[in-house]
């Protein structure tokens, strides 16, 4: 089976990859390898989590002690993470050093590490031009729940794919499947679900890695008995929460809301071997690169597929993934070096992994979760989490026995804690209403608060079920004070702040994807942006009609209620299946209402 691009080096030269796209996350700097032997990397930055090291010998008190802090600035770069590559001048040339030399360098780099209450893992070794060169991959463990990097992967692709029976295999015991349903019915939650093996909710599973890499799922291996998320909070150092999607066309509107409403970091996109590459898949892909979400493909049933079949289904992939609509560099993922490469370059959503893997037999899964051990963070939260506006969009509501009204979804900006004081809307009128946060949960595990990033849920004292909807925003206070966020209103005070007002009509720039006549004035698509799901009518436009493939700019009005927006969101409409693409740049009419007594 093979595909195209091949080669690592071809791939990096076909990206265009400079010192300017390298990410800060330490995880993404893995070096670039071509047949067992390293080549020469970018000069080292004096930013970011990657540090450049000849060598580590022995040093004395006082230069150990720099080096231990160097590690610390390079962690908090990188977000609890650093990559040291040993061997590599400051210049980014791969010299070497000998076998002992490398061994003490790692010893030292392994002492650095246990000062910061960190692990140092090697994650590649191979020779260079005058000996060894190593890449060691440091991961602290964090000591709350508000130091976790919440790392978000929406799942997709078409109906039968083996999505669920992959997260089954990933997220589970580390149990195979056995070819008849055993997996994915630890990810299915619905009993028409079990019964037909179709997924039509979107479902969420949590994957953990410790210090070492090492899969923290796995250690009830041989056991009945799965891990709580709480017992795999405890024990990881990254985790990655999985949002099972449906694939049926039927549930493409759920499928658009998870990927639009989970402010997902990438996109899995599964494709069976041994079926090819299908409508609802290219349709999947389709909404993932409108939205902008780096994409890597896994390749299920390679035990099933035929040699012929699978090589034809890896050239039609490859193909769609170079097409001019999409622009990709898809590279089939063979080797640890690869795994490198791939985790170092997808945040420049330029290369596009695939993997091809089975959940019988095993083939291609240890490469997967390599790659995902190494993934980095796609956003960078550290400026939204100092914001001093709060913003929490909300993607789903519970009613919990002797708990009330638990709303969940992304904190966006700022944070949410405990007890805080906070705005709750906008409801049907556009009206937003005090309320206060009784308590927060992170993955299952009770916590003080939310930071920027991070995925959880939110208890709200005194609130009915029935006044929250998908689509509803939790904003700070604060917000009273953000001119950007307030329309033209009497100045606030103590007894009467400020609400953040809403929006009713936004003006956007679109590309008209598919469509079999032509847009008009009074056209009315659905709508999605954010957790934001609604009909709009476009009611005015830059020329009389618009066409498939061309660009205007369109000015939507919503025609329910009112939504919170901010210039710059991108969005999707539909109508049955995906017709454009846009992203607002202006807020036309607000929507402005006194603020509600309560509820």
């Known amino acids: 089976m093979s595909a195209t691009?091949?080669?690592?080096?071809?791939?990096?030269?076909?990206?265009?990859?400079?010192?300017?796209?390298?990410?800060?996350?330490?995880?993404?700097?893995a070096g670039v390898f071509s047949n067992g032997c390293a080549m020469d990397l970018p000069a080292e930055d004096d930013e970011g989590a990657v540090e450049y090291k000849r060598m580590l010998v022995s040093p004395s008190r006082e230069r150990f002690e720099e080096l231990v802090t160097q590690l610390k600035y390079r962690m908090a770069a990188g977000h609890g993470e650093a990559l040291y590559q040993l061997g590599y001048d400051n210049d980014g040339k791969a010299r070497g050093i000998s076998d002992a030399g490398m061994d003490a360098s790692l010893a030292t780099l392994k002492r650095m590490a246990a000062e910061l209450a960190a692990e140092a893992t090697t994650v590649l070794r191979c020779r260079a031009r005058e000996g060894d060169v190593a890449q060691v991959l440091v991961r602290c463990k964090p000591r709350n729940c508000e130091e976790f990097t919440d790392l978000r992967i929406c799942v997709s692709g078409n109906v039968d794919a083996g999505k669920s029976s992959l997260l089954g295999v990933l997220c589970g015991n580390g149990q195979l499947d056995n070819g008849r349903g055993l997996s994915r019915a630890q990810v299915l939650t619905h009993k028409h679900e079990l019964e037909?093996?179709?997924t039509s909710a979107i479902s969420t599973q949590l994957m953990g890695f410790d210090a070492a890499g090492r899969v923290v799922n796995y250690a009830s291996s041989g056991s009945v008995r799965h891990l709580s998320w709480a017992d795999i909070v405890a024990q990881s150092c990254k985790l990655i929460t999985f949002s099972d999607l449906a694939g049926h066309e039927r549930y493409l509107k759920t499928t658009m809301f998870g990927l639009t409403a989970h402010a997902p970091d990438?996109?899995?996109?599964?494709?069976?071997?041994?079926?090819?590459?299908l409508r609802m898949t290219r349709e999947h892909l389709a909404i993932a690169l409108?939205?902008?979400?780096?994409?890597?493909?896994?390749?299920?049933?390679?035990?099933?597929?035929?040699?012929?079949?699978?090589?034809?289904?890896?050239?039609?992939?490859?193909?769609?993934?170079?097409?001019?609509?999409?622009?990709?560099?898809?590279?089939?993922?063979?080797?640890?070096?690869?795994?490198?490469?791939?985790?170092?370059?997808?945040?420049?959503?330029?290369?596009?992994?695939?993997?091809?893997?089975?959940?019988?037999?095993?083939?291609?899964?240890?490469?997967?979760?390599?790659?995902?051990?190494?993934i980095p963070l796609r956003h960078d939260w550290s400026e939204h989490g100092k914001s001093a506006l709060t913003e929490f969009t909300i993607d789903e509501h519970f009613m919990v026995t002797g708990v009330g009204t638990v709303v969940s979804g992304v904190c966006l900006r700022g944070s949410v804690c405990q007890g805080q004081a906070v705005y709750l809307g906008p409801d049907g009128l556009g009206r937003f209403t005090r309320i206060s946060i009784k308590s927060v949960h992170y993955k299952r595990v009770p916590a003080q608060r939310l930071v920027a990033g991070q995925s959880g849920s939110l208890a709200l004292k005194k609130v009915r079920r029935e006044k929250v909807r998908k689509g509803m925003v939790i904003l700070s206070l604060s917000a009273a004070n953000n001119a950007a966020c307030i329309s033209a209103q009497p100045p606030p005070t103590a007894s009467h702040p400020a609400a953040p007002?809403?929006?009713?009509?936004?003006?956007?720039?679109?590309?008209?994807?598919?469509?079999?006549?032509?847009?008009?004035?009074?056209?009315?698509?659905?709508?999605?942006?954010?957790?934001?799901?609604?009909?709009?009518?476009?009611?005015?436009?830059?020329?009389?009609?618009?066409?498939?493939?061309e660009r205007a700019r369109l000015q939507f009005r919503f025609l329910y209620r009112p939504e919170w927006l901010h210039v710059g969101d991108r969005f999707c409409f539909r109508e049955g299946r995906t017709k454009g693409i846009g992203h607002v740049?202006?807020?036309?009419e607000r929507w402005t209402r006194e603020l509600a007594p309560g509820f």
Request: charged share 20%; with cysteine.
């Open 5 to 29: 691009p091949t080669s690592v080096l071809e791939t990096e030269q076909a990206c265009g990859l400079g010192p300017e796209h390298r990410p800060d996350t330490a995880a993404s700097q």
């Open 196 to 198: 037909t093996g179709r």
């Open 266 to 277: 990438y996109c899995m996109m599964v494709v069976a071997l041994n079926q090819g590459v």
């Open 290 to 374: 409108a939205l902008k979400v780096p994409v890597f493909a896994v390749l299920t049933k390679s035990d099933l597929a035929p040699d012929t079949v699978a090589e034809r289904t890896v050239q039609d992939l490859s193909k769609m993934l170079k097409s001019p609509g999409a622009r990709k560099v898809p590279v089939l993922v063979k080797t640890l070096e690869d795994v490198s490469m791939c985790a170092k370059n997808i945040p420049d959503d330029r290369v596009v992994p695939m993997f091809a893997v089975s959940n019988v037999t095993g083939e291609g899964l240890d490469l997967l979760r390599a790659f995902l051990n190494l």
């Open 501 to 549: 007002s809403c929006v009713i009509e936004f003006e956007a720039e679109v590309v008209l994807m598919y469509h079999s006549t032509s847009v008009r004035v009074g056209y009315q698509p659905i709508l999605h942006c954010s957790t934001i799901r609604q009909a709009a009518q476009v009611t005015a436009m830059d020329r009389e009609l618009v066409r498939m493939g």
């Open 585 to 588: 740049t202006q807020l036309v």
